[in-house]
C-alpha cells in the first residue's frame, strides 16, 4: 500500500512539473491604469471591484477633498485596486497630505498633472520635491503630450526630444507616460508608430521605461481653426462640430483596444492606461453599468496579464514591420533571431519585435491591420514554441507553417536566449 501512495505522489509531482513546464512563467502583474474610473459620488467596494473585474488594477482618483480620498482607499483597497491620488489639498499642503495617506496598503502614489509645457516643469518637480521629503516610498505622476504636429506649439520647446528629456532631466520618475490615441476617423493616425519608435529608442538606449495608453472610449476629436486637436464630452461636441473638421472614433471593437494594446507591449511598454472609463461608448455608462465595451476589456485585460512573462521587465532587441508599405518613421524587418527560419506576412503587414526576459527571448508578431485577420508563414527549428493566449506553450512545429493573426491581435513565440 505504501508503495503504490509512493508511486501516486510521485505521478502527480511529475504531472505537476509538466503542467510548469507547459505555461509560461509570470513575470508579475503588469500595471493597468485607469482614467476616471470611479467617480466620488460612488465610492464603495463594490464599484472598485468592476475596476478589478475588467482587469485594472491602478485607478485615478480626482476627488474633491482629502477626506473623499480617504475613503476612496479604504473602498479601493478592499477590492484589490491601488489609487494614484489627486485632490486640492495634494497641492496646498503636500506634506501634511502625503504624511496623511503614505501608509495606507492602497496607496500607488500623487498624480500632479496632464500635458504639461516645458514652463510648468520646474514647479511640478519642486512640488514633487515636497511630497519626497514626507513620503519616499511612493511616487508622482504625470502625463506628458504625444508627438503629435498640432501639439508642437505646447511643447514650450524647439522639438519633441527637447520637451521629453528635459522632463526627464528635472522630473524623477519611474517611467514616462504620454497620451496618444491612434484610431481615428477609421484608421491609424500617420504619426503613431514614429511616436512609439522615440520611446522605444529611449527605453533601449537609456532603459527609460514608459507607459502608453489605450482608448476605450468613443469620441469625437475636433480640431478648431488652429488646427490644434481638442477632445470634448461628446453630446456637447455633437451640437457644434463640422464635419471637415472633425474625426470619429467609434465605439471600441476587440480588434482595436488589442491593437492598441499589443503594439504598445511590442514597443517595450511596461504599463496600459485606459482612457477614458465612464460615458458614451466606455466599459461603463453613465450610471456606472457594463457596457459591451467592458466585456471586451476584460478579455483584453486578461491576455496582457497572461503574457506578463514575455512583457514585464523585458529588453528590447528590435522591432521592425513588415508589409508593401511601413509606417513613417519605422524599419522593416530584414533580420530574425536563429531560431526563426523564415517569416512572412499577407496583407497591410506586422509590428515584428524581438525581446529578451531572462532565460527566454519572444518573438512578437502584431497585426497592424485591426480590420481584416493577416496571413502569417512562420518555420521555426524546435527549440521554438507557441505561447498562447492562457500563456500555455506548445511546440511551434505542432502547428502548420501557414496560420492566421486575428485583427490587431498577436501571436507569439518563445526560444531560449542565446547566449
Known amino acids: 500500500m505504501k508503495k503504490i501512495l509512493l508511486l501516486i505522489l510521485i505521478a502527480i509531482t511529475c504531472f505537476g512539473q509538466v503542467n510548469a513546464q507547459g505555461k509560461l512563467r509570470s513575470g508579475g502583474i503588469i500595471p493597468v491604469m485607469s482614467w476616471g474610473g470611479i467617480a466620488q459620488t460612488e465610492v464603495s467596494v463594490e464599484s472598485y471591484q468592476k475596476l478589478k473585474d475588467v482587469g485594472v488594477n491602478i485607478d485615478i482618483a480626482f476627488f474633491s477633498n482629502a477626506d473623499a480620498i480617504a475613503k476612496a482607499l479604504d473602498a479601493a483597497g478592499k477590492a484589490g485596486v491601488r489609487l494614484m491620488i489627486s485632490c486640492p489639498e495634494l497641492k496646498s499642503d503636500p506634506e501634511k497630505t502625503a504624511a496623511r495617506f503614505k501608509n495606507h496598503p492602497a496607496l500607488e502614489g500623487y498624480y500632479l498633472g496632464d500635458e504639461p509645457g516645458q514652463s510648468k516643469f520646474q514647479e511640478l518637480a519642486d512640488w514633487n520635491k515636497r511630497l519626497q521629503a514626507a513620503d519616499k516610498k511612493h511616487y508622482s505622476f504625470v502625463n506628458l503630450y504625444p508627438d503629435i504636429n498640432s501639439n508642437k506649439s505646447k511643447f514650450g520647446t524647439k522639438d519633441y526630444k527637447e520637451y521629453i528629456d528635459s522632463f526627464d532631466k528635472i522630473f524623477p520618475a519611474p517611467y514616462l507616460s504620454f497620451d496618444f490615441y491612434p484610431v481615428v476617423d477609421g484608421g491609424i493616425h500617420p504619426r503613431w508608430y514614429e511616436n512609439m519608435e522615440f520611446f522605444v529608442n529611449k527605453y533601449q538606449a537609456e532603459g527609460r521605461p514608459f507607459w502608453a495608453f489605450a482608448l476605450t472610449t468613443s469620441y469625437l476629436a475636433y480640431s478648431d481653426d488652429s488646427g490644434q486637436p481638442t477632445l470634448n464630452d461628446f453630446y456637447q461636441l455633437y451640437k457644434t462640430y463640422t464635419p471637415e473638421k472633425t474625426f470619429v472614433h467609434d465605439i471600441p471593437s476587440l480588434a482595436d483596444l488589442r491593437l492598441q ?98 532565460e527566454n527571448s519572444f518573438l512578437v508578431v502584431v497585426n497592424r491591420d485591426f480590420k481584416k485577420a493577416m496571413k502569417l508563414v512562420i518555420y521555426t527549428d524546435d527549440s521554438v514554441k507557441k505561447v498562447l493566449k492562457d500563456g500555455s506553450l506548445i511546440p511551434a512545429n505542432e502547428y502548420a507553417s501557414a496560420t492566421e493573426v486575428e485583427p490587431g491581435d498577436v501571436a507569439i513565440y518563445v526560444f531560449p536566449t542565446l547566449k
Open 261 to 358: 494594446t499589443f503594439v504598445n507591449l511590442a514597443y517595450g511598454a511596461q504599463g496600459i492606461e485606459y482612457w477614458s472609463f465612464r460615458g458614451f461608448g466606455s466599459p461603463l455608462d453613465a450610471q456606472g453599468k457594463r457596457t459591451v465595451v467592458f466585456d471586451r476589456l476584460q478579455k483584453v485585460s486578461n491576455e496582457i496579464q497572461n503574457y506578463s512573462g514575455v512583457f514585464l521587465g523585458a529588453k528590447v532587441i528590435s522591432v521592425a514591420h513588415t508589409g508593401l508599405n511601413i509606417p513613417n518613421g519605422t524599419k522593416r524587418l530584414s533580420q530574425l533571431p536563429a531560431p526563426i527560419k523564415l517569416l512572412e506576412t499577407v496583407g497591410e503587414g506586422a509590428v515584428v519585435s524581438v525581446l529578451e526576459n531572462a
